[in-house]
């Protein structure tokens, strides 16, 4: 058995797989995040970023593999593990009919607070999160931002080393989205958290995250920070719409040729090149298009985000999955919740 | 061993806030074994004599009002776990899964619950019952009927949690409970005596935890014992029958909400 003293990477995953019949979930994937980092799982809906935080959390056992956090294995030390870990799920696990303290309380309990400190852990969460005021309310009244505070505060209150928050916006308004960024940023600083997170917000990761890995089918296509995603990219995007032509493929190939295209992404008519001069670039793809008389429907020029990062990396939008009829399930979901 | 009894403790007291909440709830489960005692005791008023005949001096109202206290104990304790179902689709279950308390706690913890829930819906039953006029002469036994009512509900509670952790739908778990409660409440004697089944009914009857519980209940409640089986026996009868269900809910509850839901 390893021990936690010192242990510069609060997660450490080797090789992990996790396969449910013959759908591989999670494909012999490795990484470590160091102590203090905030780590950004990122990619679409069934990309394995939740399969991967459920073994990270105790709650599945790897097919193989190994992952540990703090330096305990997941698979032989789950006890200690789950000691030293908080997991804000996808879900609102908040009790409606409870109110927020009481549910704090719960949480305090469940994770063995010492009585003397659970009231003074509660009042600084309540604090932080702000939520005092509406403390003795039922959960029930609250908002879904407000019911989404109150869960990572629960995640929180027994000041785990090591944080996790699966998908912690997802069906938030943009504002209630922001502001639960500020507060994961606040809880950051203030308790000197390791934070791994999932999501497939682009945004998200940008704003939140010292480094991201995208996942995509299983497998961790890339790790770096949000920065060097970027500039890796080469400088610029130029996003182009076409009409339908037969030259369409004589077309593709010949805007391969130009100079300081690095890369095409096809997706129907419409173009993504990564190209280190953009404004050299375009009169050339006009050129090429009148010869080919080909008819553009837009252009546009664009400085890389993290979206076309992700592109680059997996060859499809981040959006354009399943995650629309996810949405509506959960949606569905939480209208039953608070029935 | 103190680790689990104040988690047991803390799951126990977050289902009891639960429940206080849900006071809606209390009501309406007293009304299907109201209409029982009302209905079912007026109905076969009639069929005192054949009570008579097995050595039961009073009214059948009388008689079946025990049998009616453990049909609403059966039926509190046995549905009282449909909520482990809940709590796995909407994530509690994995709040404490990944905290430190045991697996165990968590099934005990709900099992005290329910078993306190119950014994308060059976005390509520005993009030109808006086209420209308139901024989207890002697009101003080109220007291060790509580008491087994609730050993009694904690049993049956361990049957409601297994069932709960093992089901993954709520059919399946209604399907499976509504099989197990019915027969369980009528292979008894809680309406009619034992000795007025067939042999072979009575053998079968004389298998079963809610004989013996009912037959506690009814003595502690008219002072008539019956069907010849002496209070010693029934008691261990029902402290072998809870110990059983609480190792076994505890074994099969861990192995079962460590499987991916």
């Known amino acids: ?184 940023k606040k809880i950051h600083v203030e308790f000197d958290m390791t934070i791994f997170l999932t999501t497939h917000y682009m945004e998200e990761a940008d704003q939140l995250c010292d480094r991201i890995g995208i996942i995509d089918g299983g497998k961790i296509q890339v790790i770096d920070s949000p920065k060097n995603l970027k500039k890796a990219m080469g400088n610029e995007v130029i996003s182009i719409i076409l009409q339908e032509s037969e030259n369409h493929d004589y077309f593709l190939s010949e805007l391969k040729k130009i100079e300081f295209v690095n890369k095409i992404n096809e997706d129907g008519s419409k173009l993504t090149l990564f190209a280190s001069n953009g404004t050299e670039v375009i009169p050339k793809i006009f050129q090429i298009s009148s ?29 354009d999955d399943d995650s629309g009829f996810n949405q509506r399930r959960e949606h569905a979901k939480m209208k039953r919740l608070r029935a | ?90 994530g509690f279950m994995n709040k404490a899964l990944i905290s430190p308390i045991s697996r165990s706690a968590i099934a005990l913890g709900k099992m005290f619950a329910i078993s306190l829930i119950s014994a308060l819906q059976a005390s509520l039953i005993i009030g109808i019952a006086l209420a209308i006029g139901v024989n207890f002469p002697n009101p003080i036994m109220i007291i060790p009927i509580m008491g087994i009512v609730i050993l009694f509900s904690l049993g049956f509670s361990g049957i409601s949690v297994m069932v709960a952790a093992t089901a993954k739908s709520q059919e399946t778990f209604w399907g499976v409970i509504n099989f197990l409660g019915m027969p369980l409440f009528m292979l008894s004697p809680a309406l009619f005596p034992l000795e007025l089944l067939p042999d072979w009914l009575a053998t079968i009857a004389k298998l079963n935890p809610v004989t013996y519980t009912v037959l506690l209940v009814r003595e502690m409640m008219t002072g008539v014992s019956e069907g010849g089986i002496p209070i010693l026996l029934s008691l261990v009868v029902l402290f072998a029958f809870v110990f059983v269900m609480i190792g076994l809910a505890s074994y099969v509850f861990t192995r079962e909400v460590n499987r991916p839901f």
């Open chain 2, 1 to 90: 061993m103190n680790t689990l009894m104040y988690d047991t403790y803390t799951i126990f007291w977050r289902e009891i806030k639960r429940y206080k909440k849900s006071r809606s709830g209390v009501l309406i489960r007293l009304i299907q074994p109201a209409i029982w005692i009302i209905v079912i005791g007026n109905t076969f008023s009639g069929t005192q004599s054949l009570i008579q005949s097995v050595g039961f001096q009073g009214e059948y109202i009388d008689f079946m009002t025990p049998g009616v206290i453990i049909l609403t104990a059966i039926f509190t304790s046995i549905f009282g776990g449909v909520n482990t179902l809940w709590d796995r689709r909407y």
């Open chain 1, 291 to 319: 010869k080919l008389d080909i008819k553009i429907t837009s252009l546009s020029l664009t400085q890389p985000t993290l979206d076309d990062v992700f592109l680059s990396y997996t060859g499809h939008e981040i959006r």
């Open chain 1, 1 to 184: 058995m390893r021990h936690a003293i010192n242990a510069l990477y609060s997660i450490e995953i080797k090789s992990l797989t996790k396969s449910f019949g013959d759908v591989i979930a999670v494909n012999n994937i490795s990484l470590s995040v160091e102590s203090g980092e905030i780590f950004g799982f990122l990619g679409p809906n069934g990309a394995g970023k939740s399969t991967t935080i459920m073994i990270l959390t105790t709650l599945l056992k790897p097919t193989s593999g190994q992952a540990l956090i703090s330096g305990f294995d997941v698979k032989t030390n789950p006890k200690q593990v789950r000691e030293n870990i908080g997991y804000v799920q996808q879900e609102l696990a908040v009790d409606d009919y409870l109110t927020g303290r009481e549910n704090l309380l719960l949480q305090a309990k469940l994770n063995h607070i010492p009585k003397g400190e659970i009231d003074k852990r509660i009042d600084d969460v309540l604090d932080l999160i702000e939520l005092s005021d509406k403390q003795d309310k039922s959960v029930g009244t609250y908002s879904g931002g407000m019911r989404k505070r109150l869960d990572i505060a629960g995640g929180l209150l027994h000041r785990p080393k090591v944080l996790f928050l699966d998908e912690p916006t997802v069906g938030l308004d943009i504002q209630t989205r922001r502001k639960i960024w500020k507060y994961i």
